[in-house]
């Protein structure tokens, strides 16, 4: 027999989890040591489901555990408490999880390799602000009046259809994005493509000594020395196509760079500046309008897996979930990808939250029935 048939739906979508890393990982700091319950293993479950089911509150996730035999089997207990569940999530180390996240990341990578073709490997960066209390959340101060935290983060874009987060860095919210390129900027030969948050003409020009490809937008404000001008395609939304230098004085770059500019939908005048002179003015914009992408994954995080509710006030506890809410997302997207359905992600977290205590036959089932409905619906009648 299959040993995937034995396992439930809720089972097999945790089952990439790499149990080695947990292992060592409680072992290494004793973390589980004297613990009779709420495992680091159990801990995460049960945190999984609760961004799978958009839990409200602490109170909500015990009332599930409680309610639920079936789910009580699948973690080994049958009740915990609220003051037990907050400790947990205070006291664990945001490291784990992140070792965790890196190692879904790998198997998602192995499996659903970008495709090497003329533009070549494309990552996309930007940042997300989650605004908190500040009286509550004193240790993420922002704003005189408010908290937040910032995740930042760098997304693998594969296809129209695929994009998967590759490196996550989490910080406060004061500090600007141009502080996290070292980061998130690493890999000799691929392209990124960011927004103006990131602007570092010192950076751009490393860039070009080390072979890193970038797609940005100038700033208005931006100084530019025109040095050659190319030729647009007749009937292209490219308007304009130069060689250029930005900055001025002591601050110009050294290199030079490629200037684009065009217009949006609403008629908006658009600069893109790149150092990629190898692609043409067409597939320079569509690598910028492809940017989009990550603003969606952002928009996914925050509306499925309710990325804009923490259950603590602790700064591990908010690191945590955010950890917790793309380790879901990579589990879903590694899901999808085993069972090669063309549905959507959004549609497969909504089958898997209905089946989720199901076997996995029956999710299965569920994910490639048809639709029961053959009827074309109402047809208009042809009077003759």
Not at 136 to 162: E, I, S
Not at 356 to 382: D, M, Y
Request: glycine share 4%; net charge positive.
């Amino acid at each position: 027999m299959d040993k995937d048939t034995l396992l439930s739906s809720f089972g097999k979508w945790v089952a990439p989890l790499n149990a080695k890393i947990i292992s060592d990982w409680t072992t290494e700091t004793g973390e589980d040591k004297y613990v009779k319950k709420l495992t680091t293993l159990a801990y995460l479950l049960i945190f999984m489901d609760a961004q799978l089911n958009q839990r409200k509150a602490l109170r909500d996730i015990v009332t599930e555990i409680e309610n639920n035999e079936a789910f009580q089997k699948e973690l080994g207990i049958t009740s915990i408490s609220i003051s037990q569940l907050s400790r947990k999530n205070n006291k664990l180390s945001p490291e784990l999880l992140q070792q965790l996240f890196v190692d879904l990341v790998a198997q998602v990578t192995r499996i659903r390799t970008p495709a090497a073709g003329r533009v070549g490997t494309v990552k996309l960066l930007d940042s997300t602000t989650m605004s908190l209390c500040l009286s509550k959340y004193k240790w993420a101060t922002y704003r005189k009046t408010k908290a937040g935290v910032k995740l930042h983060l760098r997304v693998t874009f594969c296809d129209r259809d695929t994009v998967y987060p590759e490196k996550a860095v989490l910080i406060p919210a004061k500090p600007s994005d141009r502080t996290q390129m070292d980061a998130l900027i690493d890999e000799t030969g691929a392209t990124y493509v960011f927004d103006r948050g990131y602007v570092d003409y010192e950076k751009y020009d490393q860039y070009c000594w080390d072979g890193v490809f970038f797609v940005t937008r100038l700033k208005d404000n931006a100084i530019v020395e025109v040095m050659d001008e190319f030729p647009t395609a007749e009937g292209s939304v490219m308007t304009r196509d130069r060689m250029v230098k930005i900055g001025k004085g002591a601050k110009q770059m050294k290199h030079v760079l490629r200037l684009i500019e065009t217009v949006d939908l609403k008629g908006n005048p658009i600069r893109i500046i790149t150092n990629r002179f190898d692609l043409t003015a067409e597939e320079i914009g569509d690598l910028y309008r492809n940017r989009w992408k990550i603003e969606t994954f952002f928009r996914w995080l925050k509306q499925h897996l309710k990325l804009t509710r923490f259950y603590g006030e602790d700064e591990n506890a908010v690191w945590n979930q955010i950890l917790i809410c793309l380790i879901s997302y990579c589990l879903l997207l590694l899901m999808k990808l085993e069972l090669s359905t063309t549905k959507s992600l959004l549609d497969l977290s909504r089958l898997l939250k209905s089946n989720l205590t199901k076997s996995w036959e029956v999710f299965k089932a569920a994910v490639f029935r048809k639709p029961a409905r053959t009827s074309k619906g109402r047809q208009k009648v042809v009077k003759s």
